[in-house]
């Protein structure tokens, strides 16, 4: 066989195929792109999981070298192959689906088999001359996918989280300002969509930069438990096929290698088939898509109008809102924002359902739970790039609509209240429901409160915080 042939054979268990020359990936991958014509995502489209896995491809060779279970020749060939797989020389060679039967098999596979043939040429062989560096024997030595995979979706996640951190600071960066750029504008909250009582539109605009910072420590604290790996496992956890103290050395090769401080389970039979960890996380992220989602909500209500509505804030217009209303603008944004975050949801009970699906001691629907995971961090961190720089970063305030609207309320009765009591209180609130008059003209002309007194409570310190201490 040489190069210039456009196909090369090969064998597996089950017998043989014409396998292309073009591509570095063997017959078990050829197999699985057969079988496995599900979602369209290959694992092309999840670099990251790559990565991930050619990272844990160099921890294991780099052991087994140390162990002497692999000679130098073989280790550095395996361990440059998988370097230039790391810097993504070969994505065009992951053509799995991402959803597939066999617990993972066909990603590690996919991964033995790329780097196996990069690894020949980089020796002078030809792709599928597998006696000298075979997929299995070699790349796969001392492993399992039950061990690898898992290993590798960690990885991949924790490679996959500073993106979705970074963008989500981001937007709490800009919230903050604007937060800061309406703190002396007062409007009237509300509470089940009624008027309820003043504040400002920073203390609204920072509320929800607030809420955002819990998240970025949730997901942090919770990304800890992904460190905690069962390589060395091997099928179930017992190790099989492996020498003594090679899953330490394998991990703390990893964590070398990435900088990332990973563990050895306790157990590691029973981190073969536990799911927790990506039930917990994926909670986490779905957590904060309903709070983004919450927030764009919100964002739609106080622009919404812009005559006919409460037009308390202008969001930028990015689009024609309709082919047949002239003038109509949407907020498009916001709207993507929630329905990421449905998305994100629904990803959330795939994930619970593929980690209650696991049975005895292993659990055939992480590729399930790994799919929905990435996607769910990669829809997050569009989003909220998106809700950042598209959205908040050119809302406006109206001002006078926010006067007009407080003032024009039932909201003022309750800043009123410690000083007319409660029952003078209700009865000025029915007279200004029942005559169109507004509670501070009703206040003024019945004189109910000294006007110097009126100044004082009716300004924006003392109507949107606790009062101070009597002296």
Do not use: W
């Not at 955002?212 to 438990?225: A, G, M």
């Not at 990421?340 to 399930?368: H, R, T």
């Amino acid at each position: 066989m040489t190069l210039s042939q456009p196909t090369r054979k090969e064998k597996d268990l089950l017998g043989q195929l014409d396998i292309s020359n073009k591509v570095y990936y063997g017959i078990q991958t050829q197999r699985a792109i057969n079988n496995f014509k599900l979602s369209g995502k290959t694992l092309k489209q999840y670099p990251k999981l790559i990565q991930a896995l050619a990272y844990v491809k160099v921890a294991c060779a780099q052991a087994n070298n140390q162990q002497g279970l692999l000679n130098n020749d073989q280790t550095n060939a395996i361990c440059s192959a998988a370097g230039q797989v790391i810097n993504g020389n070969f994505d065009d060679h992951f053509q799995v689906d991402m959803i597939q039967g066999g617990a993972g098999t066909s990603s590690n596979m996919n991964a033995n088999e790329v780097i196996a043939n990069v690894a020949l040429e980089s020796i002078g062989k030809n792709k599928g001359e597998y006696e000298f560096i075979h997929p299995n024997t070699h790349v796969n030595m001392s492993q399992s996918t039950n061990d690898v995979y898992p290993s590798a979706v960690r990885l991949s996640i924790l490679l996959s989280q500073p993106e979705l951190l970074q963008q989500v600071e981001l937007l709490i960066e800009q919230l903050t300002l604007k937060a800061a750029e309406f703190k002396n504008i007062l409007k009237l909250a509300r509470t089940q969509l009624q008027d309820a009582v003043p504040m400002t539109l920073g203390q609204e605009f920072n509320s929800f930069a607030s809420t955002l910072c819990e998240d970025i420590k949730l997901i942090k604290q919770t990304s800890t438990l992904l460190h905690e790996l069962n390589l060395g496992g091997t099928a179930v956890g017992t190790g099989i096929n492996t020498q003594t103290g090679y899953g330490e050395l394998a991990i703390n090769m990893l964590a070398k290698l990435t900088n990332i401080e990973f563990v050895k389970a306790t157990d590691l039979v029973e981190a073969s088939s536990d799911m927790g960890a990506f039930v917990i996380y994926s909670a986490c992220l779905k957590r904060l898509a309903v709070k983004l989602s919450k927030i764009s909500n919100d964002l739609r209500l106080l622009s919404m109008g812009p005559k006919a509505g409460l037009s308390e804030i202008n969001l930028p217009p990015r689009q024609p809102g309709s082919s047949i209303m002239p003038g109509k603008v949407n907020p498009v944004i916001p709207e993507a924002v929630s329905q990421v975050a449905y998305q994100v949801i629904g990803n959330d009970m795939a994930v619970s359902m593929a980690a209650e699906a696991g049975q005895l001691q292993l659990n055939a629907m992480e590729p399930l739970i790994t799919v929905n995971i990435l996607d769910s961090i990669r829809l997050l961190s569009n989003a909220t790039h998106m809700l950042n720089t598209l959205c908040i970063q050119g809302i406006t305030a109206n001002e006078s609509r926010c006067k007009d609207l407080l003032d024009n309320s039932l909201a003022m009765v309750t800043a009123l209240n410690p000083y007319l009591g409660y029952e003078a209180s209700t009865k000025v609130a029915k007279q200004a429901l029942a005559t169109g008059t507004s509670v501070l003209e009703l206040v003024k002309s019945q004189n109910l409160i000294a006007p110097e007194l009126l100044e004082q409570i009716l300004q924006p310190a003392a109507m949107t915080q606790p009062a101070s201490s009597p002296e």
